[in-house]
């Protein structure tokens, strides 16, 4: 049997469309995984991000932590910490975030960083308060690089989420996780093809919301 | 500004002990070299540079008495590359100051309309953005933007610097006609002493180091350099560009040599003229012509010499009454009056006659002159 035959196996199997082991359940698990993951990444990529790139301070600092959080291995530290705090949310929300903070924190440092200083210089002059100058001048130029900053974090948090399920949460991991457990190929691959495919969602939805939010001056059509 | 200095921690002094009287109503252009500390001073008028000792003052109160955001909303600023906000359409980056103090949305739309117009740009071009207008056009909405909420005060930093020769004089002369009609007290940078030469009511000449040259009338700068520096800046052309601040008004015409077309064999050998300047019907200069290769009634603008650019007594300078001159293939310059017709003919003999005649009136005359 090949690939395609193990997802045509496993989607057309109606036992897996509903129960708590069903896929709108895992799937809708996952996203919540996910979203809850981005926004605390967010939370602390984002201000931090803003401040030292309209600053231009602490580039070097950023830089090292970045670097230094990347090469920490999510699943090693999903292990430590669950040997450390026990089971829970928590401990899977940690090396999440610590992944996706990284990419969300450098771009967005970048971002404000490499925003043309004339019009920040012109702001100035006219008299702007620096917090408008971040939001209203250097944010909307930024925001194609901020968000593509997200998009990156985004992209590896879903397909990450799926450690969840090693630490006896759910999401589409489960799939994986069970479906090696019990030597359920088709299992395995059907949850790997979910993965895929929400990751691919999430591409076209930061698309969309770069279409909505950036203006067209700055996308230049 | 009273002896006003800036100096950085580390220890390079960008402007010395600079002191300078702005006069209200008036441009105001600062010129030198780079690094001569102009771009400084200016910004110290608007606090984004803040002098390390000295005081500015504004209409007699220390402008460090108001809070930084209150003085530079008070200034039009305007800088090189015009530094537009490019997320935001024309019309919206025209109305920046005015939505900041306050001004409803309708209204500040409305003020910016307005403002194009002022500047020359049109209406049509208010909903785009600024990546879709020409350097030229998007430093007239970097000018329209930083007189949005009428301020008194305009500075103004190298703004014309980056765009091409005709470009940058097509906007030189919005900004006297606008300077005209508004009458602000204009501070303007520039390294370009033709600029500055064309554009300053009183011209700073800075040096190196931070330090006033010379503070004068152009003219006064042409005829009077302070010293070897401001004379060696003016360029080697001084005395030419001189002659910029000398009224052609009092140039000797003669119109011995000039001829209509439809002239007879006898009025072409009146004139005693080596060479002769042909009209047309309506007085227009067609071209010189030697008197004696012209056949009476059977003259066509075909066999003529060109007569160069002529010059308009009473509005242009003697140095556009001399470049005429050594324009025109006969040395003779072509007079003619506001409609294009011939008044007269002026010899580079009567124009050098002129120039003597002003070096010998004393100083030039203060009434600029278009150069």
Redesign the interface.
């Known amino acids: 049997m090949n690939v395609l035959n193990f997802v045509n196996a496993f989607f057309s199997d109606g036992a897996h469309w509903h129960g708590y082991d069903g896929i709108p359940q895992r799937l809708l698990e996952h996203v919540r995984y996910s979203l809850l993951a981005l926004a605390l990444a967010a939370a602390i990529g984002l201000p931090v991000g803003l401040l030292t790139g309209h600053t231009g301070r602490g580039g070097n600092a950023l830089a090292f932590i970045a670097t230094a959080a990347r090469a920490l291995p999510s699943f090693g530290l999903l292990v430590l910490i669950v040997i450390l705090m026990g089971f829970g949310l928590l401990p899977v929300m940690i090396p999440l975030v610590v992944l996706a903070v990284p990419p969300i924190l450098v771009t967005t440092y970048e971002a404000v960083r490499s925003v ?1 200083p ?12 620096e917090s ?1 100058i971040l939001f ?2 250097e944010l ?2 930024a925001l194609p690089l901020i968000l593509s900053g997200l998009r990156s974090a985004a992209v590896q948090i879903v397909s990450t989420a799926t450690i969840a399920a090693y630490v006896s949460l759910g999401g589409l991991g489960r799939y994986i996780v069970d479906g090696l457990y019990q030597r359920d190929y088709e299992k395995v691959v059907g949850g790997a093809t979910l993965v895929a495919v929400l990751a691919l969602v999430t591409l076209a939805v930061f698309w969309a919301a770069g279409r909505l939010a ?5 996308r ?1 059509r | 500004m009273e002896s006003v200095t800036k100096r950085y921690p580390d220890g390079t002094v960008a402007v010395d002990r600079l002191s300078l009287e702005i006069p209200d109503r008036s441009i105001t252009v600062l010129v030198g070299p780079s690094g001569c500390g102009k771009t400084t001073t200016l910004r110290m008028i ?1 606090r ?1 540079v803040e002098p390390s000792e000295g005081t500015i003052l504004l209409d007699g109160a220390d402008i460090q008495q108001q809070p ?6 008070s200034m ?2 305007v ?11 024309i019309l919206d980056n025209i109305a ?2 005015p939505r ?1 103090l306050g001004w409803g949305k309708h209204k500040s739309r409305a003020r910016a309309a307005e403002l194009m117009e002022r500047v020359g740009l049109d209406a049509s071009l208010g909903k785009r ?3 879709q207008l020409s350097g030229g056009q998007q430093q007239r909405v ?1 000018v329209a ?2 007189l949005a909420a009428d301020p008194p005060v305009l ?1 103004m930093d190298e703004p014309f610097s980056a765009v091409d020769p005709v470009v940058r004089k097509g906007l030189q002369d919005e900004l006297l006609r606008i300077q005209e009609e508004l009458g602000k007290t204009i501070v303007f940078v520039t390294h370009d002493i033709d600029e500055a030469m064309k554009l300053g009511t009183r011209v700073a000449v800075m040096r190196t180091g931070g330090r006033l040259a010379q503070f004068a009338p152009p003219a006064e700068l042409l005829s009077d350099p302070a010293d070897a520096f401001v004379e060696d800046f003016l360029g080697a052309d001084r005395g030419i560009r001189r002659l910029s601040f000398f009224p052609s008004a009092g140039l000797e015409l003669t119109t011995g040599p000039v001829v209509p077309a439809d002239a007879g064999a006898e009025r072409i050998a009146a004139s005693d003229a080596p060479y002769v300047l042909v009209t047309d019907a309506a007085g227009r200069p067609l071209g010189w012509s030697d008197p004696r290769d012209l056949t009476a009634g059977d003259i066509t603008p075909e066999g003529l010499l060109p007569y160069g650019r002529p010059f308009v007594p009473g509005t242009d300078s003697l140095r556009a009454a001399l470049d005429c001159a050594v324009l025109s293939p006969t040395g003779w310059a072509v007079a003619v009056d506001t409609d294009g017709r011939v008044v007269g003919v002026a010899s580079q003999a009567a124009i050098g006659e002129a120039i003597r005649d002003a070096h010998a009136a004393g100083r030039a005359d203060d009434a600029r002159v278009a150069p």
């Open positions: 043309d004339s019009p920040v210089d012109a702001a100035r002059g006219m008299g702007m308060r408008r209203q001048v909307p130029v950036v203006s067209p001056g700055v230049r | 608007n984004m930084v955001t209150t003085l530079r909303r039009g600023y800088i090189q590359n015009a530094g537009l906000f490019q997320h935001r359409t920046t100051v900041m953005y600024p990546y970097g933007r930083a500075l």
